[in-house]
């Protein structure tokens, strides 16, 4: 690392900013997104909207987290990482991106399973999917899957 020629204080604080922003911007769509459906599914809502796509942001935060994490460490001690941490960052690296990829399955088939037992049903009129991002919308009534005009009037949207 001493050989490396060291970047502007500029591009640090930019570099450092774009990960913080990144990786909050991730947090909170998994937050909003999971506090969304679980309320929704708790009141009894007419519409209960899951996006799957943002669970996918749980699994993102966290890589995102390591990185900015280790940057800041790097920066600031100005040394490598020692072999300990190495092998404790790999771990967590491989154990997000399992994450990444699991926890939107898991989590779909588990709001899935509380829906239907609320008496909920998957409306695919109102459902929609580009690549990896899927909102998937359970309703309560089929007159609600028909015309979610209904939804819209009585949310105020």
């Known amino acids: 690392m001493k050989d490396i020629d ?3 204080i500029m591009t640090r604080i930019a570099s450092f900013l774009f990960f913080v922003i990144l990786t909050i911007a991730s947090f909170w769509w998994f937050i909003a997104s999971g506090y969304g459906t679980l309320h929704s599914l708790s009141y009894g809502n007419e519409v209960v909207y899951f996006s799957k796509g943002a669970m996918y942001s749980l699994g993102t935060g966290i890589v995102l987290l390591l990185l900015t994490l280790l940057g800041v460490y ?5 040394t490598d990482l020692s072999k300990a941490q190495t092998k404790l960052a790999t771990k967590i690296f491989v154990l997000s991106t399992v994450v990444i990829f699991v926890f939107p399955v898991v989590a779909h ?3 899935n399973t509380i829906a239907t037992r609320n008496g909920y049903f998957e409306c695919k ?3 929609y999917q580009w690549l990896l991002y899927k909102k998937i919308v359970y309703v309560n009534s089929q007159a609600v899957c028909i015309n979610p005009e209904i939804t819209k009037s009585s949310s105020g949207r």
């Open 6 to 8: 060291n970047a502007s």
């Open 74 to 78: 790097q920066n600031v001690k100005k």
């Open 109 to 111: 088939l588990s709001v």
């Open 125 to 127: 009129e109102m459902s």
